[in-house]
T-cell receptor, first 113, second 111 residues
Framework: DGGITQSPKYLFRKEGQNVTLSCEQNLNHDAMYWYRQDPGQGLRLIYYSQIVNDFQKGDIAEGYSVSREKKESFPLTVTSAQKNPTAFYLC????????????FGQGTRLTVV | GENVEQHPSTLSVQEGDSAVIKCTYSDSASNYFPWYKQELGKRPQLIIDIRSNVGEKKDQRIAVTLNKTAKHFSLHITETQPEDSAVYFCAARHPGYALNFGKGTSLLVTP
C-alpha cells in the first residue's frame, strides 16, 4: 500500500510531553518529508531530508525535531515547545530526481490534551 | 521560498459538468507541478503532474495546463462524477527542495 508506513494512526498526549511519530518506507527512496495538515491550511512543510544524516527545516520547523540515521526511517518528534501540536501529520518520500512523485503515508492524527 | 496560491477554496458542480482549479506559484525556477487528490480520512494521492518543459498533459477526464510565463497552472476535470468529490491540492517544486502545496480546493459533485 505505497510502501510508506506511519504509526500510530491516532496518538493522544498530555500537554508538555514530547512525542515521536514514526515513518518507515521500503521504497528505497532517498528523500523523505514531514508535513502538517490543518483544516483550510493545506500541507505545510515541517522538515525534509534528501539523504541519510542530513535534513533541512521547512516553513514551520519550530517546536519539532527529526533524525535521519537510516534511509528507511525519518521519525518526527513533537516537543513541548510546539505551541499548537494537535494536527494531522503526513510523512512522504520520493526518489531524489527533480521531477518525481511524492508518496504519502496514511498519516498520524495527534491530539494533545 | 516558493509560495503557491490555489483558487477556489470550495467548488460545487453538477454531475457531468466540468471543474477547473487554478494555482499560481512565485518561484520561476520551479519545474515540477503535481496535483493530489485527498478523500476524507485518507492520504493524498497523485492524480496528474506536469513538468516545466510541457504546456499541457491529459489523462482521460483530467488535464493540467501550465503557463510558465504567467507562473500559473490549472487542473481541468471533465464529465465530473460524484466519486470526484474530494479535496484537491496543487504543488510546486524548486529543484533540490521539497514540494510546496496550495491550501486545497474542496470539490463537491452533486448528482
Amino acid at each position: 500500500d505505497g510502501g510508506i508506513t506511519q504509526s500510530p494512526k491516532y496518538l493522544f498526549r498530555k500537554e508538555g510531553q514530547n512525542v515521536t511519530l514514526s515513518c518507515e518506507q521500503n521504497l528505497n527512496h532517498d528523500a523523505m518529508y514531514w508535513y502538517r495538515q490543518d483544516p483550510g491550511q493545506g500541507l505545510r512543510l515541517i522538515y525534509y531530508s534528501q539523504i541519510v544524516n542530513d535534513f533541512q527545516k521547512g516553513d514551520i520547523a519550530e517546536g519539532y525535531s527529526v533524525s535521519r540515521e537510516k534511509k528507511e526511517s525519518f521519525p518526527l518528534t513533537v516537543t513541548s515547545a510546539q505551541k499548537n501540536p494537535t494536527a494531522f501529520y503526513l510523512c512522504a518520500s520520493s526518489t531524489s530526481g527533480q521531477s518525481t512523485e511524492a508518496f504519502f503515508g496514511q498519516g498520524t492524527r495527534l491530539t494533545v490534551v | 521560498g516558493e509560495n503557491v496560491e490555489q483558487h477556489p477554496s470550495t467548488l460545487s458542480v453538477q454531475e457531468g459538468d466540468s471543474a477547473v482549479i487554478k494555482c499560481t506559484y512565485s518561484d520561476s525556477a520551479s519545474n515540477y507541478f503535481p496535483w493530489y487528490k485527498q478523500e476524507l480520512g485518507k492520504r493524498p494521492q497523485l492524480i496528474i503532474d506536469i513538468r516545466s518543459n510541457v504546456g499541457e498533459k491529459k489523462d482521460q477526464r483530467i488535464a493540467v495546463t501550465l503557463n510558465k510565463t504567467a507562473k500559473h497552472f490549472s487542473l481541468h476535470i471533465t464529465e465530473t462524477q460524484p466519486e470526484d468529490s474530494a479535496v484537491y491540492f496543487c504543488a510546486a517544486r524548486h529543484p533540490g527542495y521539497a514540494l510546496n502545496f496550495g491550501k486545497g480546493t474542496s470539490l463537491l459533485v452533486t448528482p
